[in-house]
């Protein structure tokens, strides 16, 4: 069964605390990449991947950290920096670059108390 | 970065209806492509139009790409309840080392 996984689906965290977002693939895909959502809004990109051991920052990088030393996996740390992180967190994949379709997971929902 | 623009931001229409939404953008792009997202879920992907194609079609969904105008819109033939959802475009812009730009959605709810 192929697809892309973020866990947990529910996430809360105490302010000042650092708290890290999975994400895994089995599709064999080069590129993943981060997003957040808040309400109402589009998507904004915080960092993505081309090839292991290799990201960049999006646009709203600040305040997160990202890890990609295996292809099917790229977790996103929330750490204290990040001022506002209550969010709607999106991780994707696709086959190589962001030139074709991305393949989305289901989310994560991060609240901060 | 430029994000794509839909408009409308909200569309409530009829079962059966039609359903039209438009996405701007400002950059040139290699290729454009329509999201849907239900309530807490996922993107899922729906087309993908290259900037030399004009119109595409998969099942009740037709997309057109204007390049002239910087425009595309994706339109939705004999609603259903079950379209009820967000729905994004997503440009890829044509420069290297980009990934791509989602605007903001428009929200389609159709009531039966």
């Known amino acids: 069964d192929g697809g892309i996984t973020q866990s947990p689906k529910y996430l809360f965290r105490k302010e000042g605390q650092n708290v890290t977002l999975s994400c895994e693939q089995n599709?064999?895909?080069?590129?993943m990449y981060w997003y957040r959502q808040d309400p109402g809004q589009g998507l904004r990109l915080i960092y993505y991947?081309?090839?292991?051991?290799?990201?960049q920052k999006g646009d709203i990088a600040e305040g997160y950290s990202v890890s990609r030393e295996k292809k099917e996996s790229f977790p996103l740390t929330v750490t204290s920096a990040q001022k506002n992180p209550t969010a709607f967190y999106l991780c994707?994949?696709?086959?190589?670059?962001?030139?074709?379709?991305?393949?989305f997971g289901p989310g994560t929902r991060l609240t901060v108390l | 970065s430029q994000q794509g623009e839909e408009d409308p931001q909200a569309l409530s229409i009829q079962e059966g209806e039609n359903a039209t939404m438009n996405c701007s953008y400002k950059?040139?792009?290699?290729?454009l492509q329509w999201y849907r997202q239900n309530s807490g879920r996922g993107l899922v992907h729906l087309i993908l139009?290259?900037?030399?194609?004009r119109e595409k079609h998969s099942g009740r969904l037709r997309v057109t790409l204007d390049t002239s105008k910087k425009s595309s819109s994706l339109l939705i033939t004999a609603s259903r309840a079950a379209d009820t959802a967000s729905y994004f475009c997503a440009t890829d812009p044509n420069q290297a080392g980009t990934a791509l730009i989602f605007g903001k959605g428009t929200t389609l709810s159709v009531s039966s």
């Open positions: 950059t040139s792009i290699n290729n």
């Open positions: 991947s081309q090839i292991v051991n290799d990201f």
């Open positions: 139009i290259r900037s030399n194609e």
């Open positions: 599709l064999n895909h080069d590129a």
């Open positions: 994707a994949s696709s086959i190589g670059g962001s030139r074709g379709t991305q393949y």
